[in-house]
């Protein structure tokens, strides 16, 4: 059972989205908190398999800084963003903080489900309109990664295993083990996440 702890400041957001997790036999809404401060003592407290955070979050720190405190006193804590704010410099604020993921608000039901799980096993979850506009940026002429390492970070932005990334591109796993090695030293990181946060920062983004 995943256990899910909710952050956001509206109670109508919380109610809709615990019911619909909870339709889910092997998801659980654990607690539901309105502001950052409570969520990371609830992150604390309940040590839930994954966290649910909003960005905007009203009075007090807001979702990015909320993200970064609880990362700081659990470092293993799988947190992912769900909100409506979509832009650039919102991905990256809340990736460089140390979500494993970005969902958009308005996802289908079984885009939901699947990022939960996928962020509990450890997959980097972006929505498709945010990992769209990762292949994007790294498809530009300036940009030192090759058009097939490109297609790859947009796939792992969609949270694909390694196997799954072999299959879906034609190739081995350890194929893609040189790929990802090759992106990750080119883009100085050592994480999908990171990856996906650099690529979107290449842009001009700070």
């Not at 919380?14 to 609830?42: M, N």
């Not at 720190?61 to 405190?69: K, L, Q, S, T």
């Not at 992912?80 to 410099?89: C, E, K, P, R």
Request: proline share 4%; aromatic share 2%.
């Amino acid at each position: 059972m995943i256990s899910v702890l909710l952050v956001d400041d509206h109670l109508v957001v919380r109610a809709g989205l615990r019911a619909l997790l909870d339709s889910q036999p092997d998801i659980e809404v654990v607690a539901e908190v309105d502001t950052g401060e409570e969520a990371v003592t609830a992150a604390t407290d309940r040590s839930p398999d994954l966290v649910m955070m909003d960005l905007a979050l009203g009075a007090g720190i807001d979702g990015v800084e909320a993200i970064r405190r609880i990362r700081a006193d659990r470092p293993d804590q799988p947190v992912l963003v769900f909100t409506t704010y979509d832009t650039d410099t919102d991905v990256v604020r809340a990736l460089d903080a140390g979500a494993v993921g970005y969902l958009l608000k308005d996802s289908a039901p079984r885009d939901i489900f699947a990022a939960i799980r996928g962020a509990v096993e450890g997959r980097s979850m972006l929505s498709p309109p945010v990992a769209a506009r990762v292949l994007d940026r790294m498809r530009r002429p300036d940009q030192a990664l090759t058009a097939r390492e490109a297609e790859l970070l947009t796939l792992l932005a969609e949270g694909l295993t390694n196997r799954e990334l072999g299959r879906r591109l034609h190739i081995s796993e350890a194929t893609v083990k040189t790929h990802l090695a090759h992106i990750y030293a080119k883009l100085g990181v050592d994480s999908r996440a990171a990856a996906v946060s650099i690529a979107l920062r290449r842009d001009g983004i700070r």
